[in-house]
């Protein structure tokens, strides 16, 4: 009854797991950059389910998919952080509930 | 036999509607005598077309006497077609001739009459068009077009009775005009639609509303025929001024002198007449409405002649006399005698026309006064106007051989061998007519001059344009009736024998009724027909109708008489009559019986009250202004204040409801699929 290999549904499970624990990174926490590593994880979680069924049925798109994906969330990451600097210079502070601009 | 066709039917009415186009769309720009030509001419050249039209028809043999022009097909819609058509049969000549003609002198006359006014040019082109829609009423061969003319010359009424607009009492009586003939066109619409309900269907493929469509079949109308001749005498009651509508005419006296001699004599008022005459085919099948038009017409004589005794306003006593002898018109027709009631239509077209515009010249003389009591001694100082005047007293007084002897002695006749009560009434009101006419040229003409200080010495006879349709009329009145010449007075009555052709209806339909049993008040009709048909019974009543003729004529002479002897030797008398009963019965004809205020208690009032309470201050201000369009923002707005707190720039706030929306869906999406 215990299957000792490692099989999808391990892969799913993890990538659910990694990604609820992003989703509550962004929701609960007030650091700016805690959530932009929450979202990281959302990312990366997204991209292990990829995987996951780019092995399980022989499609090689995936693992390409992937790439792209590391690529542009790179890209992101350098624009969110190089706004993240901008406003610690202005604020002193990456506290989100600290900035109440998109308000207006 | 085919009617024979003849184009320039077509161009009676648009030369006059012609002319008022020509003179509305040039307004202001053209000098005064190019309109005053433009508008006498264009009359005139109507009333050359329609002698022309009379000679045609009379040239023809008695049964053929029809001319038709149908100018195009107006309404066609599926099974039902109605035409711009015209036609001339023997009533509409007789009505063509004396519109056109008594408007050319009315029109001559407003030459001198609205000399130096501002709105010259606008006066004459609504002259026009008068005369263009009544043409197009009684030139019409079908009921909507008949309409057409009638609703025309109703619009007219209103832009000429309110024509000095600045003054506010005028147009309030413009107003006061076009909303009582509103209500009476209303059941006219009405009959109408429900002559269209019971033919439409029946009369496949044909203009079902045109009259020679209509008196073809009868016996299709016979069932409602009472309500239909009910209600499209309602409709004459709001034109032609009969109990309970005629409030308006006399405050159509704010227009223009002129303009109340054409509403009153040529135009407008006989449009009611003119209308249950045409359609007597139709009331001949109804004992009831005749009963009923017969009623209301001696009832409105009655009225109309208690109220003009006591009025001091030349124009009013001129106005209830107006309403008076409309109700002797619709007397004759609701007796059967529609002969006779068209006949009163012309000769009174001639004498009131003449009374009218005598009396603007007297108003004209006076600067606009129009009290009597401040008139008096005018017979040396205007000696036309008073000559005239004096024969249109005599005309309409009944005096042989005056035109209005023959017309109001056949109307008396015919009423006594229908009903001795309505005859009653009648003769008592030709004697009252006698007397309050004369009351009005006694205080005018005769006497000590009561004339303001000021304008004593600036008394004149009116000028040539003014003087000379007064004589024209003048005559008129005196040799009018003479082509009615009564067979008693070794005549032979041509005008009955020439409309003897329209009206032949009536006896058919009376054949119908005495077949239907329905004869209790059949034999008015009968009677009726008698008198315009056979010769034999006429002889046989003609003892009858000389004895009536006497006594009608000895009424007049004492109706006259007294008018003299009171107002020139006893006024005592007079101030006498007033007091009599406490002052009481002066008092309510002085107030015209206060229909006016009656009406504006039970009608006016409340209409107003419905109009500020329901339909403007609930319907207007609260349902459509506050419900409908400030609701509509205003919840709008409530809605956006709600959804305004969800915008609270949270970034976390907004990333917790982004999941949320996505949890809803995946929870909807795992349930349903």
């Known amino acids: 009854m215990f299957d000792a290999s490692v099989g999808l549904n391990h892969y799913l499970l993890l990538s659910v797991l990694l990604f609820v624990i992003g989703v509550a990174g962004v929701i609960f926490r007030r650091n700016a950059i805690i959530m932009f590593m929450s979202i990281e994880l959302m990312l990366t979680s997204v991209n292990l389910t990829i995987l996951a069924y780019s092995r399980y049925l022989g499609d090689h798109t995936g693992h390409v998919l992937v790439l792209f994906v590391f690529a542009v969330a790179a890209a992101e990451a350098a624009v969110g952080l190089a706004i993240l600097v901008e406003l610690f210079r202005k604020r002193d502070t990456v506290d989100v509930d600290r900035f109440r601009q998109l308000m207006e | 036999m085919h009617p024979i066709t003849v184009e320039y039917l077509r161009w009676i009415v648009l030369l006059p509607l012609g002319g008022a186009a020509f003179l509305g769309i040039t307004n202001r720009r053209l000098p005064t005598v190019v309109v005053s030509l433009v508008a006498s001419l264009t009359v005139l050249g109507s009333f050359l077309l329609s002698a022309q039209a009379f000679f045609a028809l009379r040239a023809l043999p008695t049964a053929g006497r029809l001319l038709t022009d149908r100018v195009y097909s107006w309404m066609p819609v599926g099974d039902l077609r109605i035409d711009v058509s015209f036609m001339v049969d023997p009533l509409t000549a007789v009505m063509i001739l004396f519109v056109t003609g008594v408007a050319f002198l009315i029109h001559i006359y407003s030459i001198g009459y609205m000399k130096g006014d501002r709105g010259y040019q606008r006066y004459f082109a609504y002259l026009n068009l008068f005369v263009g829609m009544m043409l197009i009423l009684v030139l019409s061969d079908n009921l909507p077009l008949l309409f057409v003319g009638w609703e025309g010359v109703g619009l007219c009424s209103y832009l000429l009775i309110g024509f000095w607009f600045e003054d506010l009492a005028n147009s309030a009586a413009g107003k006061k005009a076009f909303l009582v003939n509103r209500i009476g066109d209303f059941g006219f619409l009405l009959g109408m639609l429900l002559i269209a309900r019971t033919l439409a269907g029946k009369v496949g493929g044909e203009n079902l509303f045109s009259f020679a469509v ?85 009832l409105t004589a009655l009225v109309a002649a208690t109220i003009a005794v006591t009025q001091d306003d030349i124009k009013k006593v001129l106005a209830y006399s107006t309403v008076s002898q409309l109700g002797y018109m619709f007397l004759a027709c609701g007796v059967g005698a529609f002969g006779a009631g068209i006949f009163h239509v012309m000769t009174h077209a001639f004498f009131k026309a003449l009374l009218f515009m005598g009396a603007g010249s007297v108003i004209h003389a006076l600067h606009h006064q ?32 005056f035109a209005g002897f023959f017309s109001k002695d056949e109307i008396l006749y015919n009423t006594f061998l229908d009903s001795k009560v309505l005859w009653a009434i009648g003769y008592a009101v030709a004697g009252l007519t006698a007397f309050y006419m004369t009351r009005l040229l006694a205080l005018t003409f005769f006497g000590k001059s009561r004339v303001d200080e000021e304008h004593v010495h600036e008394v004149h006879e009116s000028p040539l344009s003014m003087t000379i349709p007064l004589m024209v009329l003048g005559v008129l009145s005196l040799i009018g009736g003479w082509i009615g010449w009564p067979h008693f007075l070794g005549g032979s009555n041509r005008f009955e024998t020439w409309l003897a052709p329209v009206f032949r209806h009536g006896m058919e339909g009376e054949a119908m009724a005495h077949g239907a049993e329905n004869a209790v008040h059949a034999s008015a009709a009968a009677h009726a027909a008698l008198a315009h048909g056979a010769e034999t019974a006429v002889h046989a009543g ?132």
Request: charged share 10%.
């Open chain 2, 214 to 298: 209509m008196a073809q079949h009868t016996s299709l109308l016979a069932p409602v025929a009472t309500a239909i001749g009910l209600l499209l005498f309602m409709g004459a009651t709001g034109k032609s001024a009969q109990i309970p509508l005629f409030v308006w005419l006399p405050d159509a006296m704010a227009g223009p002198t002129p303009v109340s001699a054409l509403i009153h004599a040529a135009t407008m008022v006989t449009a009611g007449v003119y209308m249950v005459a045409r359609m007597n085919f139709l009331y001949v099948l109804t004992p009831t409405a005749m009963a009923v038009v017969a009623v209301i017409g001696a």
């Open chain 2, 370 to 401: 129009q009290d009597m009591r401040y008139m008096g001694g005018l017979r040396s100082k205007m000696p036309v106007t008073f000559v005239t005047m004096f024969a249109a007293m005599l005309a309409i007084s009944g005096v042989f051989p």
């Open chain 2, 542 to 673: 003609g003892s009858t109708e000389l004895a009536l003729a006497v006594a009608s004529l000895a009424l007049a002479l004492l109706g006259i008489a007294v008018g003299f002897v009171v107002y020139l030797r006893r006024l005592d008398v007079a101030e006498a009559a007033r007091r009599a009963a406490g002052g009481r019965l002066y008092w309510l004809l002085k107030g015209k019986y206060f229909v006016d205020e009656i009406y504006e208690a039970l009608i006016v009032r409340p209409g107003y009250w419905l109009s500020d309470i329901v339909f403007f201050r609930f319907t207007d201000a609260g349902l459509i202004d506050g419900v409908l369009v400030n609701g509509t923002a205003r919840s709008l707005g409530i809605l956006g204040s709600v959804l305004r707190l969800l915008q609270n720039g949270m970034l976390r706030w907004y990333a917790y409801s982004f999941t949320l929306g996505v949890l809803v869906i995946l929870f909807y999406l795992v349930r349903h699929l």
